[in-house]
């Protein structure tokens, strides 16, 4: 009888089948780290939101809170024209732009009360795409605490103080 070398039809398929097995329970844990990645990303973005929002408030205390997101980014990625009201440098250009383009897979917005001067606003965030990107939406007012809610299909950033306000504060 002859010895017989490499591996047999059957052996392989038991190691597929084991690596199959394997990924079948990683995956879900991988995306659900993702997801969990992305939303502590939202929440961070928010609290630069506050902060920034507070700091043009001081900076142009005729025009209040900003009235949108990109008022508080840059015009480009160096800010090469300084701050200004409608492009005050606050938040680097990927926050700044998050309105339209999603940062870490969510997407955020902020508004203010449409007051001049402006003494509110609000700041929100939604995950771009519902339970694969992010499955909770984040808000805040200007009282900076954080709220969130269950996401779904379909949401956009909340930029509604009432409705934030109906949201669930973060402990």
């Known amino acids: 009888m002859r010895k017989q070398k490499g591996f047999s039809l059957i ?5 597929v089948a084991i690596i199959l097995i394997i990924a079948a329970i990683a995956i879900p844990n991988l995306l659900r780290a993702r997801i969990a990645a992305n939303e502590a990303s939202a929440v961070s973005s928010l609290r630069t939101i ?7 408030s ?7 809170y900003a009235k949108n997101l990109a ?29 339209t383009t999603a940062k ?8 203010n009360d449409g007051a001049t001067p402006s003494l509110a606003y609000t700041a ?8 694969q990107t992010g499955n909770r939406d984040f808000c805040s007012v200007q009282d900076a605490v954080l709220r969130f809610q269950q996401g779904a299909k379909g949401d956009k950033p909340e930029t509604g103080s009432a409705n934030c306000l109906k949201y669930t504060i973060m402990q």
């Open 71 to 99: 008022a508080l980014g840059p015009a480009d990625a160096t800010c090469s024209a300084g701050p200004a009201s409608t492009n005050a440098c606050m938040v680097d250009l990927n926050l700044g732009a998050a309105a």
């Open 124 to 131: 929100g965030g939604a995950a771009q795409t519902w339970n």
């Open 50 to 56: 506050n902060t920034a929002q507070v700091t043009y």
């Open 11 to 15: 052996e392989l398929l038991i190691v």
């Open 104 to 111: 870490s897979g969510y997407m955020l917005d902020a508004a």
């Open 58 to 64: 001081t900076s142009f205390p005729t025009i209040g």
